[in-house]
């Protein structure tokens, strides 16, 4: 018998999206998604692969690089994107599911060295550090910031922070600790100096992903809200965070 809650296992991915299979995306963001000794981990792919399982799929999950799974995940053919935040800069380029974790916008200096008082003085700062394509630079693109400084990934981005090469650097709070961990650099090194927004996360499809497709995902991950699922795989990993509704 089969389990309440769980759909029919469907014939294939591939027949599912119309020829093409379902691409699954995501970058080395921990705790959300990341991989530990080769495999997928994290409280987003706990959430991606609970929503498969009860729609009887097995897909793999591909880890790039975030500005080319962000470009991927733009197109034509079937993609999904996780976890990206939902922020109004990005709305029409993606169809979205969740919201399945929340995000903070925050400033970070080196230890003792960077402080503000409010939001407009980081303008004025030499340079603010930022991933390319996080939703972070897409934020501060938008408010006319024109200091921002291209990095190719958060790792590169506490590095140079603490090397001096610019005062601020623009990231996200939550992944912050794995974030040193994998640079090898110590928490107390860097500091936040300012914490300026809160996004909420999505898996993002792409424009070319049918829109049953998407509609399937969202009726699982509203079954597992309401089912306490989603909450106990979010509190599993952020038990100091509240999940989004």
């Not at 969740?98 to 925050?106: A, K, R, W």
């Amino acid at each position: 018998m089969m389990e309440p809650g769980i759909a029919a296992p469907a014939a294939s991915a591939a027949s599912d999206t119309g020829g093409a299979p379902l691409r699954l995306l995501s970058e080395e963001f921990p705790p959300i998604n990341f991989t530990e000794d080769g495999r997928p981990s994290g409280l987003a792919v706990e959430v991606v692969q609970n929503v498969l399982r009860r729609l009887g799929q097995s897909l793999p999950i591909e880890f790039l690089p975030w500005a080319r799974a962000y470009r991927d995940a733009q197109g034509s053919q079937p993609v999904a994107l996780f976890s990206a935040a939902r922020i109004p800069e990005r709305e029409k380029l993606f169809q979205w599911v969740g919201p399945i974790v929340t995000f903070y916008s925050s400033f970070y200096g080196r230890a003792g060295a960077s402080r503000l008082r409010r939001f407009d003085d980081a303008r004025h700062a030499d340079d603010v550090l930022v991933v390319r394509d996080w939703y972070t630079a897409q934020q501060l693109a938008s408010q006319g910031f024109q200091n921002l400084r291209y990095v190719s990934d958060p790792v590169q981005g506490v590095r140079m922070l603490l090397a001096g090469r610019a005062p601020l650097f623009a990231s996200e709070r939550i992944s912050m600790p794995g974030t040193l961990a994998s640079a090898g650099i110590e928490a107390g090194a860097i500091e936040e100096v300012y914490t300026y927004a809160s996004s909420d996360g999505y898996i993002a499809f792409s424009p070319g992903t049918p829109r049953r497709i998407v509609a399937n995902w969202q009726r699982e991950v509203d079954a597992m809200k309401r089912d306490g699922s989603f909450q106990a795989i979010y509190k599993r990993w952020l038990p100091q965070d509240s999940p989004p509704r």
